[in-house]
């Protein structure tokens, strides 16, 4: 009985980070997207996005659509055409610091608000090489939310 039990607790662990790793993200393709209550175009829209890039949370899919979640924990449906695979995240605290190396001890380049999109290139560690307006650097994983992985 006792082995059962085990058996039991490790298997849900295991699958709950399992689920938690494998989040998948994606971005809006353009600067006007649609979300929608329902997974087709007759579904009222209850939110309208106006910025490209925005990461968003994949939740589900029901034919050509998407449910998504963006970082307000906002979720409805979005038709598939209108969702890109390119990188991005936004900031999650109030003060994010962007490096020229991906090291604390690197030269300093930007402080970043919270909320600031940035277009991911690339990803290693616990760091990001980012891109937001005129700035190109380094910003800890911790401190982004959307497409790092």
């Known amino acids: 009985m006792i082995n059962v039990i085990i058996l039991f607790f490790i298997l849900t662990f295991t699958s709950i980070n399992l689920s938690f790793a494998e989040q998948k993200f994606l971005t809006l393709k353009y600067n006007n997207v649609n979300l929608r209550q329902g997974p087709a175009k007759n579904y009222p829209v209850k939110i309208f996005y106006k ?3 925005l990461p ?4 589900d899919t029901s034919d050509n659509y998407k449910k998504i979640k963006d970082h307000e924990n906002n979720t ?4 598939l055409s209108q969702l890109s695979k390119k990188k991005a995240a936004l900031t999650t605290d109030e003060k ?4 020229k190396n ?8 930007a402080v970043l608000e919270k909320g600031r999109l940035c277009l991911i290139s690339k990803c290693k560690d616990e760091w990001c090489k980012i891109k937001t307006d005129k700035f190109s650097g380094w910003v800890k994983k911790e401190n982004l939310w959307g497409n790092i992985n």
Request: proline fraction near 9%; hydrophobic fraction near 50%.
């Open 56 to 59: 968003v949370l994949i939740q």
């Open 102 to 109: 991906p090291t604390i001890f690197s030269k300093p380049l």
């Open 51 to 53: 910025k490209k890039y």
């Open 96 to 99: 994010v610091v962007m490096y």
């Open 76 to 79: 409805g449906w979005v038709h």
